[in-house]
């Protein structure tokens, strides 16, 4: 291969977040106990927990919107193998677009496409069916950020960026919804995530280590790590709330 895979393309993950197979497969549950007819996911990447929902609910119908066209065609491909293509449309737009009710409603890590993460909570709870669920990823502090923390994270980074686990709870009840479950990835799933990313690409540099991309790609990947270890990891968590609409 003397082209280098696409950075950041996740092709050796199964999902777009720092999340295990065991953890999604009890999202996939909670969310499918509810007998849900219809499915929206808000910054789907490529549907993999989407269409698991919807493999566990084959009456249901579902909808993932992602704004990244190359994810959006994965996740084409993967409904067309697991036949799933009838019962699900993937739509390459914006989230804030998409209003329709639906009874399970699915954001992992998009919720910018409606502001801050308050704002992103009301949005979809006007799109979430009374008694219906939502399953609600967004970054949080695990520990309040250091001064020298925050200087490795990305440009500009403050402390004002994200808040607690409780405040994003509190937030998500203001918002009109019941706790049902409340949790964070583990550091594992985060490395597993962030190397993840990169594995590929990093085993391309060492078979091409002059290649006219690698000094590009070598300076990238450097950043990206650097800005992990130094930075966010065991800092920046990433919190995940299943979360009940009142009826």
């Known amino acids: 291969m003397t082209e280098p895979p696409a950075l950041g393309a996740g092709d050796r993950l199964d999902f777009a977040n720092p999340l295990s197979a065991d953890r999604a497969d009890r999202m996939v549950a909670r969310l499918a106990a509810a007998r849900p007819s219809t499915v929206v996911d808000y910054g789907c990447g490529w549907g993999e927990l989407l269409l698991r929902v919807l493999d566990r609910c084959p009456r249901a119908r579902g909808t993932g919107l992602d704004v990244h066209g190359p994810d959006i065609e994965r ?23 998409h209003r329709t009710p639906a009874d399970a409603v699915i954001s992992l890590g998009a919720y910018q496409a409606f502001g801050t993460t308050v704002e992103a909570l009301e949005a979809l709870a006007g799109r979430v069916k009374p008694g219906g669920r ?4 967004a970054e949080v502090w695990t520990v ?6 925050l200087a490795h994270m990305w440009a500009g980074a403050s402390t004002d960026d994200c808040v607690d686990l409780a405040t994003l709870a509190d937030q998500a009840v203001a918002a009109g919804f019941r706790l049902l479950r409340v949790e964070t990835a583990t550091l594992d799933e985060w490395d597993a995530f962030e190397f993840g990313l990169t594995e590929d690409v990093e085993e391309w540099l060492l078979a091409n280590p002059t290649g006219p991309h690698a000094a590009g790609l070598r300076s990238e990947l450097d950043g990206m790590h650097h800005r992990y270890l130094h930075g966010t990891r065991g800092v920046l968590g990433l919190a995940y709330l299943t979360l009940g609409r009142r009826g």
């Open 144 to 149: 309040p950020p250091s001064p020298e923390r």
């Open 75 to 97: 996740a084409r491909r993967a409904a067309r193998d697991r036949g799933l293509d009838g019962r699900v449309e993937f739509v390459e737009g914006s989230a804030a677009d």
């Open 134 to 137: 939502l399953l609600f990823g």
